[in-house]
């Protein structure tokens, strides 16, 4: 593993209709989450589904084709960076935020 790289892929399925706002430079960005699920045994043998829900902010080119074709259910596959974040609420309280932030995006069916 000569180029160790910060790389994230989900295949997952939208669980609500994406957020887009429009930059004061013209530039678009798109904020939504999605759901990944595991399905394993536990030690009793029960079947158990685990549902993993996940930020995810697109810019530019990729961030208009998701407000023209992603919405709430929508099955998608993402290839992008996790990023970490943080800011001050209005309360002065500092906040951290966790995110993919998408290089590359595939529609998938649905």
Same mark, same amino acid.
């Given at each position: 593993m000569n180029a160790m790289k910060n790389r994230v892929q989900l295949i997952?399925?939208?669980?609500?209709?994406?957020?887009i706002k429009t930059l004061e430079t013209g530039k678009k960005i798109a904020h939504l989450t999605i759901a990944t699920n595991e399905i394993y045994k536990n030690e009793k043998g029960d079947k158990v589904e685990k549902t993993e829900w996940?930020?995810?902010?697109?810019? =530019?080119?990729?961030?208009? !084709?998701? /407000?023209?074709? &992603?919405?709430?259910?929508?099955?998608?596959?993402?290839?992008?960076?996790?990023?970490?974040?943080?800011?001050?609420?209005?309360? =002065?309280?500092?906040?951290? !935020?966790? /995110?993919?932030? &998408?290089?590359?995006?595939?529609?998938?069916s649905k």
């Open positions: 997952g399925n939208v669980g609500s209709d994406p957020e996940h930020r995810v902010t697109a810019w =530019g080119k990729t961030a208009e !084709i998701i /407000e023209k074709f &992603v919405v709430k259910g929508k099955e998608v596959a993402i290839d992008g960076k996790l990023t970490h974040r943080s800011y001050d609420d209005k309360n =002065g309280e500092k906040r951290f !935020i966790t /995110e993919v932030v &998408v290089n590359e995006i595939l529609l998938l």
